[in-house]
């Protein structure tokens, strides 16, 4: 437990060492009561759409069947790892219903802003100090200590989880690479503003690449996941959701 915890201090650590002083005068504002619109929509696994045409351009770019150009899908750029990665094959094998989010950017940021505020408080106890201290020492802690410390976090984000899933999902607010700076989603929120509706598509594709040589050729399934967010200000398009590994490029 004490070794987890230096981890999850370590990750809020990267995403709010930037921000810490821009968010500490700023005022928490109310955390919302109403939940986001949410529909979900059956659609065949051959439906060639726009967001199937976007994963498909993506797996061709990595398989050397298409146009590299098609790693610029990725949401938030390529890093370097995605430039260099290469897969030998690929074909679809299944498709989640389609999911759409529709709600309101000041709900989101709400909710980003008390997500990040309990996960500096959590990160000060953790360290040794309050709000404000630079006592930047480690303190083993016991594991019902640690949850405790914890817990105002971990329902932040279950908060979010619950009225927005959709968002929530995306922006990955119950895993620790949420705190990570290249996180696409907190990108996403700068552009967008503070104000105004915003709608979440998201799409999930099955993909199946047979990986290995000869007898120890096996099959891998895993979840490629699509995602298109629009506001009065922006229109992402359909992107790739990055894998959670963001490297620092």
């Known amino acids: 437990m004490h070794s987890r915890c230096l981890l999850l201090a370590t990750s809020i650590t ?48 990595l398989s050397g069947q298409g146009s590299d150009q098609g790693r610029d899908h990725l949401l938030g750029g390529a890093t370097m790892t995605a430039r260099i990665f290469t897969l030998e094959n690929w074909k679809v094998v299944g498709r989640e219903k389609h999911r759409r989010e529709v709600g309101e950017l000041s709900d989101i940021n709400a909710l980003v802003d008390g997500l990040d505020r309990e996960g500096r408080t959590a990160l000060a106890k953790m360290m040794g100090g309050g709000p404000g201290s630079d006592d930047m020492s480690t303190h083993e802690f016991s594991a019902e200590e640690a949850k405790k410390i914890l817990e105002p976090t971990k329902q932040k984000a279950a908060l979010f989880n619950k009225t927005h899933p959709v968002f929530a999902y995306v922006a990955r607010v119950d895993k620790e690479v949420y705190w990570h700076p290249k996180n696409p ?23 199946e690449t047979d990986e290995g040589l000869g007898e120890s050729k096996t099959a891998r399934k895993w979840p490629l996941r699509v995602v298109r967010f629009v506001t009065d200000k922006m229109d992402t398009g359909f992107k790739i959701l990055p894998a959670s590994d963001w490297n620092a490029e």
Do not use: C
């Open 14 to 61: 990267i995403a709010v060492a930037s921000s810490a002083h821009a968010k500490s005068k700023k005022a928490e504002a109310p955390l919302p009561t109403t939940m986001a619109a949410v529909t979900d929509t059956a659609v065949d696994i051959n439906e060639k759409d726009a967001s199937r045409k976007t994963a498909e351009e993506y797996l061709n770019a």
């Open 185 to 207: 989603f907190r990108e996403l929120l700068q552009q967008a503003g503070a104000n105004g509706k915003y709608t979440m598509d998201f799409d999930l594709f099955w993909i």
